[in-house]
């Protein structure tokens, strides 16, 4: 993010995703072979176009020169690897206009009379689905929807759009291709570059960024890290004592083409340019790292330990002329410097280009926050003394020198800090620093502060807002809602994290019949690969149902989640660890006032997709029907009624 603080936001996103049936694999191939039989060569294939495709991007060739560019290379759970690019462009190079963005992305079928081959690339790689009435068991589909908004609309024009993308043209011109055995027409077509897609013969989605509120959602998505699968290991003997706790395995999923690439080495990522984190550390308070077995008398007596990039920065200019004629900030410092880690001295920089960002700093840290203001703010200081020095008297404290410097005056410190968070931060997030800012840091108007920032602090809310037609008052009423949350969640939520799992109750599993085990492995699964939906446990008095809740209680504890039981009568509840009665856990009789409103999120989810176990025995409950008899009894039961 500092890229984008510094060069603004990104211009494109660009996916590109390796083509198994590329001649340079299929021409290697031995007879009876395919390509997911030589995950070496794919890795080696893919890799190749991956630096002609940065070549070409880095020169100016496809979009024009470059400010910056990220990309991060990651891997499909069938295998096939794929990368995602985001391009600042330079100012003068930047697509502003709707006609510009046609000039670089195509989101309809070429002429196949005209250009034939580019036709058939735009059938084979970048029409999506089909999904939705034609094909409801597609990955895309979720909830009985497309989750990519396939099929779009037609359009006449290129328009900006609401998000982070235009909405791009997709005239009615009567093209059509035929895609696993349906006719689709452009409301079907991926976004696209035709010349890359000729060059590379692979899927290539090109992209316009249009929103800089959407940056933070790019670098996200783009940094989202690894592929996760859950495992469960069984072993054929049936008289093998199995480690139910460690049967269960959240890890890493590995495809044979991403082990290739890291065992070739190849690189993960990319960056131009370098983004050089810089230390903000207290006087004497750096970071030391040494080894079990060290002495720690000789250890801190060595000189070169105190040392660090921060504390040298104000060497560098106390000693370096040319430093002290530059009068830079910290952060500006890297484009200049080089800092050379094995002898902890900053060198000047005689190539490439380098972006300094200062670490972030909680402002709960009270002196290191303002010191990192004082920072960003100070040119060329020589020591911490020199930042504390204000008009020749020596401050007392970081922040008595900030304020004596006057970097918060009108909080201006605050909305620098607000300002700089909300390019990074996702709302929820900004909300909290927002909370913590009115906690520490006393703004001096905090309704400024909010109404200046109210966009950025209630985006995912807007976003409702334009699904849901939410009135503005909603929006407020929720921002109250996540507050009272956010203090609910400190007090209740750490304390049922907290509770003690007996080791009894773990191994208890083994006592476990057949149907209490066929039970438990059903709910336990369904618990940790988070799917939710409801339950219901019914047996006799005495048929081990309570021995079943406190073995699934504490194997799902366990494993760090939250798992809460609830009972009818306080005698019942506690039996049971962390058991409360149901009037105390949910507060019944709820207040159904029409004044009052619903606190639940808005959603369609059984139980709003938590998991919930009823459970109990209806023959101990039954109904007294004055006169009645069996019969009427059986009628006016719970298992009768028609809910």
């Known amino acids: 993010m500092a890229l984008v603080q510094e060069f603004g936001r990104p211009d494109i996103f660009l996916t590109i995703t390796c083509n198994p049936n590329l001649p340079e694999i299929k021409e290697r191939l031995q007879p009876g072979e395919e390509a997911q039989n030589r995950p070496d060569l ?11 495709l940065n070549d070409k991007i880095m020169s100016g060739e496809v979009f024009g020169k470059v400010s910056s560019v990220v990309h991060v290379v990651e891997f499909q759970k069938r295998g096939l690897p794929h990368a995602h690019f985001l391009i600042i462009l330079k100012p ?7 006609e510009a963005y046609d000039r670089v992305v195509s989101c309809e079928l070429p002429d196949k009379k005209v250009n034939p ?21 597609n990955v895309c589909m979720k909830e009985s929807r497309c989750k990519n908004h396939y099929p779009r609309t037609f359009a006449e024009y290129t328009t900006h759009g609401k998000g982070s993308y235009p909405n791009y043209r997709r005239r009615n011109d009567m093209r059509n291709a035929k895609v696993r055995g349906h006719l689709l027409d452009n409301r079907w077509v991926i976004p696209y570059n035709p010349t890359l897609l000729v060059q590379f013969n692979c899927h290539v989605n090109v992209e316009i960024c249009c929103d800089i509120r959407a940056v933070k959602y790019l670098y996200k998505y783009v940094h989202k890290g690894h592929d996760k699968v859950m495992f469960r290991i069984t072993s054929a003997n049936s008289n093998f004592n199995i480690d139910e706790i460690s049967n269960y395995q959240n890890a890493r999923w590995v495809s044979p083409v991403e082990a290739a690439w890291r065992i070739y080495g190849f690189s993960l990522h990319g960056m131009y340019p370098t983004v050089l984190q810089l230390q903000v550390h207290l006087p004497s308070f750096q970071t030391v790292q040494f080894e079990d077995d060290v002495d720690l008398e000789e250890f801190i007596q060595n000189e070169r330990l105190k040392r660090t990039m921060f504390t040298e920065f104000f060497d560098t200019n106390a000693n370096n002329p040319e430093a002290r004629k530059l009068k830079l900030l910290y952060k500006e410092f890297p484009r200049h410097y080089v800092w050379q880690v094995q002898h902890k001295i900053w060198t000047k920089r005689k190539k490439g280009l380098a972006i300094g960002r200062l670490c972030v700093v909680n402002p709960m840290e009270s002196e290191r926050y303002y010191l990192r203001v004082l920072l960003n703010n100070v040119r060329c200081p020589t020591s911490f003394d020199d930042l504390l020095m204000v008009r020749g008297v020596l401050s007392s404290s970081f922040q008595e020198a900030a304020h004596k410097r006057g970097y918060l005056h009108n909080d201006s410190d605050l909305e620098k800090t607000m300002e700089e968070a909300s390019v990074y931060r996702m709302p929820y997030d900004l909300r909290r620093l ?18 200046d920032f109210y966009d950025h602090l209630a985006e995912d809310f807007k976003k409702a807002q334009m699904q849901l037609n939410l009135s503005n008052d909603d929006i407020l009423y929720k921002f109250k809602y996540s507050a009272t949350e956010a203090q609910r969640y400190t007090r209740e939520v750490t304390s049922e994290k907290n509770l003690p799992v007996p080791e009894e109750d773990l191994y208890a599993i083994n006592e476990l019949n057949q149907k209490q085990r066929e039970a438990f492995d059903i709910l336990f699964n369904n618990a940790m690969s988070d799917t939710g939906g409801a339950f219901f446990l019914d047996g006799p008095g005495g048929t081990g149902k309570s021995f079943l809740y406190k073995v699934l209680l504490e194997h799902i504890r366990s494993k760090g989640f939250i798992a809460i039981i609830v009972a009818s009568s306080g005698i019942a509840s506690s039996e049971f660890l962390g058991g409360r009665t149901a009037h105390s856990r949910f507060k019944i009789p709820i207040d159904a006032k029409p004044c009052v409103k619903c606190q639940i999120s808005f959603q369609s989810k059984l139980f709003g997709g938590k998991l919930v176990v009823f459970g109990g025995d209806f023959r101990q409950v039954l109904p007294v029907v004055r006169g009645g008899g069996r019969h009427d009894q059986v009628d006016a039961s719970i298992v009768s009624s028609t809910l």
């Open 42 to 52: 794919c890795a080696r294939v893919f890799k190749a176009k991956l630096s002609i």
């Open 92 to 98: 003068e190079n930047k697509y502003m206009t709707p």
């Open 117 to 137: 081959y580019l036709y058939s690339l735009v059938v084979k790689h970048m029409m999506h689905g089909p999904c939705g009435e034609m094909n409801p068991s």
């Open 434 to 451: 927002f909370a913590t800012l009115l906690h520490y840091c006393k703004p001096s108007d905090p309704r400024k502060l909010f109404e």
